[in-house]
């Protein structure tokens, strides 16, 4: 790890909110579409979640001129236990490609392939149901297991962390969510903490993250007495704050720090699928040192019952 | 032609009996608000068995099934099935077919 030039570090925020960002926007049901929900999903029934995730970062402050883009398609599914329990699991495939400069000289470094997978169980510990709406509050809490590939190589040596599948640690995450649901709209939100090992001699800070969304219902079909189409229009905001990065047991000061994004979005909703898409737009990022800003994340995706 | 028309007599009130008997069941949940959702309590409302026509009516948060004659639903039944699929269990009412 030590053959890896110092401005590989900074990027690393970028790399632990992506990996954030692709683990706890899990699969659920009609929900917000940048994190979880407290909704249900029946006992003995699946749920298959596909989002296609792409994160751009540049505008480098330092010479190395960098610009990544990470790419994912992140496969989560969720299974009801019981009506209080539920499990998910989540397994991103990565595409990583990042471009920089070097005496000089512009750089690539890219890789593609299967990243860490994810299981975490959620557990209903309140609900409150009324006519045509319904309030819930769910803990949940999980692990990333390190299976994605994390000592990969190109023509100038080891990838450095942002590009590589895997972290290569064993990682922990817990937190909150709540959702309030009426025929109209739907609000959620969500509180949580990860904390982020130690392997190759580089540990990821750990983030606290509160996420926020709001789920209006902008137009229907009409289906007298059954089940009709929901279009809702979305708005959701994350905050996310990430420690700084540990690289051979000292902290990186040009990684991490705090980003918040605002993030419209629209969403498609029927009885056996979901269609929807979002923009996460940053609106603070307050970092440390050089660490690279964020550009935009875009997200698109499907969700079905079965 | 007298055998013709009471053989069609016949066959016309035993199709009734097939068809017209059973009871629609209807039945008022909490928690119902979304489409999403609402595929969970279709799918356990249509394993039981005699269970036809479903329908969901979620703004008046109404749950119909029709079940056929010999079959029937119990208030204990559909509190366990709307409980493990998420939803609350208020009422039913029961209308002959």
């Not at chain 1, 595409?95 to 070097?102: A, E, F, V």
Request: hydrophobic content about 40%; charged content about 20%; proline content about 4%.
């Amino acid at each position: 790890m030590k053959d890896r030039p110092e401005y590989f570090w900074n990027n690393l925020g970028i790399a632990g909110l992506v990996m954030t960002v692709l683990l706890w926007s899990t699969a659920s049901t009609a929900a917000p579409i940048t994190f979880n929900t407290a909704l249900p999903v029946a006992q003995g029934e699946f749920l298959v979640r596909e989002q296609l995730i792409v994160n751009q970062s540049g505008d480098d402050p330092s010479a190395a001129n960098r610009d990544r883009t990470a790419s994912a398609a992140v496969t989560a599914m969720g299974y009801g236990i019981n009506h209080r329990w539920t499990v998910f699991g989540i397994l991103p495939y990565r595409d990583i490609d990042m471009d920089l400069k070097i005496a000089g000289q512009k750089i690539n470094r890219s890789n593609r392939g299967l990243g860490d997978v994810s299981v975490f169980t959620r557990y209903t510990a309140y609900q409150n149901n009324q006519p045509g709406q319904t309030f819930r509050i769910a803990p949940f809490a999980g692990v990333k297991a390190p299976t994605g590939k994390n000592d990969a190589r190109d023509n100038l040596g080891a990838l450095p962390p942002p590009v590589q599948l895997g972290t290569g640690s064993w990682d922990y995450f817990a937190g909150v969510v709540t959702t309030f649901q009426t025929l109209r709209y739907q609000v959620d939100a969500q509180a949580s903490y990860r904390v982020n090992n130690e392997a190759n001699d580089f540990a990821a800070g750990t983030i606290a993250r509160l996420d926020a969304s709001l789920q209006y219902r902008l137009w229907r079909t009409s289906a007298e007495g059954g089940i009709p189409d929901y279009l809702f229009g979305v708005l959701e905001a994350n905050l996310v704050r990430q420690e700084k990065n540990s690289v051979n047991g000292s902290n990186d000061p040009n990684s991490n720090g705090t980003r918040l994004f605002l993030g419209p979005g629209i969403q498609y909703v029927t009885k056996r699928w979901i269609a929807e898409t979002a923009v996460q737009i940053p609106v603070v990022q307050n970092l440390n040192g050089t660490a690279l800003e964020n550009g935009y994340i875009v997200r698109a995706g499907v969700r079905a019952n079965f | 032609m007298k055998k013709q028309i009471l053989i069609g007599l016949f066959s016309l009130l035993f199709l009734q009996s097939v068809f017209a008997a059973g009871t629609r069941y209807e039945m008022r949940v909490d928690g119902l608000a979304c489409p999403f959702c609402a595929y969970g309590v279709e799918k356990k409302l249509k394993a039981v068995e005699g269970a036809s026509d479903i329908t969901v009516d979620l703004n008046k948060g109404l749950v119909s099934v029709n079940i056929a004659e010999g079959k029937e639903l119990t208030e204990e039944q559909m509190k366990k099935l709307f409980k493990d699929a998420g939803f609350t269990y208020r009422s039913m009412k029961k209308f002959p077919l």
